[in-house]
């Protein structure tokens, strides 16, 4: 079948507004990673540009002659990522296992009790107050792991994922004499994964992603996580340690505009990369989810 | 009570797999909202919670006669509009044209280019912001320099941040909108198009009086949803764009980042407490309305 002129014209202004869209999306990201790969002199010189006038990989190379404090944030971020997700995961499932019980006779109640949490809120400062002052957690990794487990969103989320196991799985492993948590381990939590993958992308974003926590909190340079790293070295707060300078000549300046650019890069790499993967358990989930709320 | 005791009986172990989170929830919730007290105090550290001095409303009266607060409700009023009707409406074009769309490489491509600012942090954000803005190094005023044009000094005006920081919100929300979008077409059946393109309707009639009005349903709920959080605004973004600049507060500053600015750098608690009580007061108020309107469009949809 021949395509009729008005569906030619419609697909063309769609390919021309996608094509927009997807250039503008696309941009920001090739700008810094032209940025990062371009001489020092050149950005102090004209300033970034689109393509890279003279090709450098000096900001690297600086970055990894003495990587110690990339390497740190990077264990600090990976070590949260990977304990806040899965401590996350378990304890949201497991909220969201018992409140999608039918016969759990407070889980209405309950579930509002946490759900109210996300219509009224004490506000940043008593939050901030209740952690630095009562729980002592300034400068604790504390701080930036506990707060972030759990929200009510997600429990939500994770209750409408559990309700879709049929209740007869339930029942009958409780006739054959298996015990709750046993049920819950062995039979819901493996018919749960596209919940639970979901959930837990939205869980690791969060801690890979987290700045805000660390800027409230942590105060020792040791400590920070990536993203803090960049957001200081960005603010020109903290400086990269880098023993470039002291190799050369008085003259030399260190890469400090590429250098941004490239830790800008070597934060983001790790999810740029697994992007193309966790997009389509994503994508997935999300259209599950968003069917009610 | 006793009803209680012999659910709790019952159900041990489903009470005991719940704890972890109620503690959570009482601990990073409830317990702070006792601490909005601070909002009806001079707060002092040495002071804490009850040692220091009762004001009253007096907190609340500085911000209002000052005009502090109505200044910082406009602006998180006005960019929240902007966020959510311009995000709103960009989404659904891009969902209907991507679902319209023959090429199947193309589309995932793009959809996935589209999508990918929803992973990053809101720091990378703000290195973008850098790159482009900055008055030596940015790539705009590279641009403007290389053409032998002046370049723009951006920190020094207030009203390019409007469009910037409304830019990356939309930019950073698209792909996941349109992900929702494009899940709500793939639900229209077939055959309604398949019907409309028998009576001889194009593709451009066919969207107007079949996509669009099943999308609306859709569309309205999204938005009434998002206008009951009208009044949260969105820290990370804000600050990280704009950050702790003085000059461009007329146009950029919103009630989370006064809030920060207060418990942060001018250490002014029961200043800062106050106006994030106010927050979550009217927050409140608007979230009831816009669910009870939801309640008589369609019951299903509303959020309790």
């Not at chain 1, 390497?71 to 070590?79: D, E, G, H, K, P």
């Not at chain 1, 901030?128 to 759990?150: E, H, Q, R, S, T």
């Not at chain 1, 941004?260 to 997009?279: E, H």
Request: include cysteine; aromatic fraction near 18%; glycine fraction near 8%.
């Amino acid at each position: 079948m021949r395509a009729e002129r008005s569906t030619i014209v419609f697909n063309i202004i769609g390919y021309i507004v996608i094509t927009i869209f997807t250039v503008l999306c696309a941009l920001p990201f090739w700008l810094i990673i032209s940025g990062s790969l371009s001489a020092e002199n050149d950005i102090i010189r004209d300033g970034f540009k689109l393509i890279p006038q003279n090709f450098s990989i000096d900001a690297y190379k600086s970055v990894f002659q003495n990587p110690e404090q990339i390497f740190t944030a990077y264990r600090v971020t990976i070590l949260l990522t990977l304990g806040g997700t899965a401590l996350g995961l378990f304890l949201t499932s497991m909220a969201g296992y018992v409140l999608s019980r039918k016969d759990f006779k407070y889980r209405d109640s309950l579930a509002f009790f946490i759900y109210f949490t996300t219509l009224f809120s004490g506000g940043l400062i008593p939050w901030y107050i209740l952690i630095v002052n009562y729980l002592d957690w300034k400068d604790n990794f504390l701080a930036l792991l506990i707060p972030g487990l759990m929200s009510a969103w997600n429990i939500i989320l994770m209750k409408n994922f559990m309700k879709s196991i049929p209740e007869s799985i339930t029942e009958s492993a409780k006739i054959d004499g298996a015990g709750e948590f046993t049920i819950y381990l062995k039979l819901i939590l493996p018919l749960a994964t596209p919940g639970l993958a979901t959930i837990g992308l939205f869980l690791g974003l969060s801690y890979w992603n987290d700045w805000f926590a660390a800027n409230m909190f942590i105060t020792t340079e040791s400590k920070y996580p990536l993203q803090f790293l960049l957001y200081k070295i960005l603010a020109s707060a903290a400086v990269l340690k880098t023993d470039i300078a002291g190799n050369l000549g008085p003259d030399f300046k260190p890469p400090a505009e590429t250098l941004k650019m490239a830790v800008a890069i070597i934060v983001t790499g790790p999810i740029v990369f697994l992007y193309p993967f966790v997009q389509r358990y994503f994508v997935k989930g999300l259209t599950i989810g968003a069917v009610k709320g | 009570m006793s009803g209680f005791f012999k659910e709790l009986g019952k159900n041990k172990v489903l009470f005991f797999m719940i704890l972890p989170t109620l503690l959570f929830f009482v601990t990073f919730s409830y317990i702070p909202m006792v601490g909005v007290y601070y909002a009806f105090t001079n707060y002092s550290f040495d002071g804490g919670l009850f040692g220091s001095p009762f004001v009253g409303m007096q907190n609340f009266k500085f911000l209002f006669e000052s005009g502090v607060l109505l200044q910082l409700t406009k602006n998180t009023v006005l960019y929240n509009l902007a966020f959510i009707f311009l995000g709103n409406i960009l989404q659904l074009v891009c969902a209907v044209f991507l679902s319209e769309m023959v090429g199947k490489w193309f589309r995932k491509t793009t959809q996935s280019v589209m999508f990918l600012p929803f992973f990053i942090s809101f720091v990378l954000v703000g290195a973008f912001v850098y790159n482009l803005f900055n008055f030596e190094t940015g790539a705009v005023n590279a641009l403007l320099r290389q053409l032998g044009l002046q370049p723009y000094d951006f920190y020094m005006n207030t009203t390019p941040w409007i469009y910037i920081i409304i830019f990356f919100n939309i930019w950073k929300g698209l792909g996941y909108g349109t992900v929702i979008y494009l899940a709500a077409i793939m639900g229209i059946s077939d055959e309604y198009h398949e019907a409309a393109k028998i009576d001889g309707a194009n593709i451009f009639k066919r969207i107007r009086y079949i996509t669009i009005p099943m999308l609306k349903p859709t569309f309205i709920l999204l938005i009434l949803l998002a206008l009951g959080g009208i009044l949260k605004g969105q820290f990370d973004l804000f600050w990280q764009v704009v950050g702790n600049n003085g000059m461009l507060y007329e146009t950029t500053d919103i009630i989370d980042t006064y809030v920060y600015r207060s418990l942060a750098i001018n250490f002014d608690i029961g200043m800062g407490t106050a106006a994030g009580l106010y927050q979550s007061f009217f927050g409140f108020a608007l979230v009831i309305t816009v669910n009870w309107i939801v309640r008589k469009v369609q019951k299903d949809y509303a959020l309790f």
